[in-house]
């Protein structure tokens, strides 16, 4: 199979170098200061085992007239953009031509390894055939043209089936390919059940982006955030895995390790706002839980807050973890 990652971030570029390195046809998809990096050095991977520099083609945008690789119907297309971009990159994809006849949309297999569980319904109104991924892969993009991954001895943890509900061959395959690459790579039948299960994991993040992981404030906000959430999912009915589920799947088979001296520096959200980016994902995080309490009638106040504060870090371009808590509870 060919791969095109769409968002050559922390989780595309470590997916797109990994299964580059394991002698796959890899494209990678990505804008401004990190295409021009691909283009002219490559990316480069840094893991505990050292670095890896796959030179690979690089794209654009095809809403912006970019040139796009050839897709073949062998081509699975990779989502790994932030939440609050997929709308934008589904359109730009979904009617592009394929080798032999048809579209992006009716013939490729596209996989959203992808945080939040909005995602999955914006791509199967336009796709045939989508594969959630519920991805655990402990990676950080602060410069152009290079990766850290911290995961070990795997580089994470990527669980994927279809969409609703339900697997196939096509799931096996590409789980085939991202073990060879250096992944774990369950394929299950409830993959949205384990998604859920990341979404509350994921409340934190906007949490520890506003004030950083050692404040007076985060560890109850992060109890508070996931409280409000399991409420929300209860009454919605919407099955989730448990803390002690996804810990005993993880075990010890991977391990966030340093990398050059230095651990993981923070979440996606944390490090959009250290990339100052202009916008982050977290109304597709708290914003999901915030959305299922005022449909079930279950009180999201802490996750509104949350939502509120991290969009004016945005607006206000403060730094991550400098946000002042008195504004929160204010």
Same mark, same amino acid.
């Given at each position: ?7 050559? *971030? ?19 998809? +990505? ?34 007239? @970019? ?20 709308? +934008? ?11 032999? *006849? ?12 992808? $945080?939040?569980? =909005?995602?999955?319904?914006? =791509? ?8 959630? !991924?519920?991805?655990? /892969? ?50 299950? #039948? ?8 990341? /979404?509350?994991? $994921?409340?934190? $993040? +906007?949490?520890? =982006? ?9 560890? %109850?906000?992060? %109890?508070?955030?996931? =409280?409000?959430? %399991?409420? !929300?999912? *209860? ?8 803390? +002690? ?40 995080? $708290? ?9 079930? #009638? ?14 004016? @870090? ?5 730094? @991550?973890? @400098? ?8």
């Amino acid at each position: 199979m060919r791969y095109v990652i769409v968002g050559t *971030g922390a989780v595309g570029g470590t997916i797109g170098v990994r299964l580059s390195r394991a002698g796959l046809d890899v494209a990678l998809v +990505a804008r401004g200061a990190q295409l021009e990096a691909i283009r002219e050095r490559g990316l480069t991977l840094v893991t505990p085992d050292g670095e890896h520099t796959a030179e690979v083609p690089g794209y654009g945008d095809p809403a912006t007239g @970019a040139d796009v690789p050839t897709l073949t119907p062998d081509t699975v297309l990779v989502l790994t953009v932030k939440s609050q971009d997929t709308e +934008a990159a589904l359109r730009a994809w979904a009617d592009l031509p394929v080798v032999g *006849g048809g579209t992006a949309s009716e013939r490729l297999a596209l996989l959203t390894a992808q $945080n939040g569980v =909005a995602n999955e319904t914006a =791509a199967a109104r336009l796709f045939d055939r989508v594969y959630p !991924v519920c991805v655990w /892969l402990p990676a950080t993009y602060l410069e152009p043209g290079r990766v850290v991954a911290s995961g070990h001895p795997y580089s994470g943890m990527l669980h994927l089936g279809g969409y609703p509900d339900g697997s196939d061959g096509t799931a096996r395959r590409i789980a085939e390919d991202l073990v060879a690459a250096g992944f774990l790579a369950p394929v299950r #039948d409830d993959v949205m059940r384990w998604k859920y299960g990341k /979404l509350l994991r $994921n409340l934190g $993040n +906007a949490v520890e =982006a506003l004030f950083g992981r050692d404040s007076g404030a985060v560890e %109850e906000l992060y %109890e508070a955030v996931r =409280a409000e959430g %399991e409420a !929300v999912l *209860g009454k919605a009915g919407i099955a989730h895995t448990s803390v +002690a589920e996804e810990a005993a799947e993880r075990g010890d088979r991977i391990q966030s390790v340093p990398v050059g001296g230095a651990g993981r520096q923070g979440s996606s959200t944390w490090q959009s706002l250290a990339r100052d980016t202009g916008s982050v994902e977290t109304d597709y995080l $708290n914003g999901e839980i915030v959305l299922l309490g005022r449909r079930h #009638d279950v009180p999201t106040p802490v996750n509104a807050a949350i939502q509120r504060a991290i969009r004016q @870090a945005v607006r206000e371009r403060i730094p @991550a973890g @400098a946000f002042p808590r008195a504004r929160l509870f204010r």
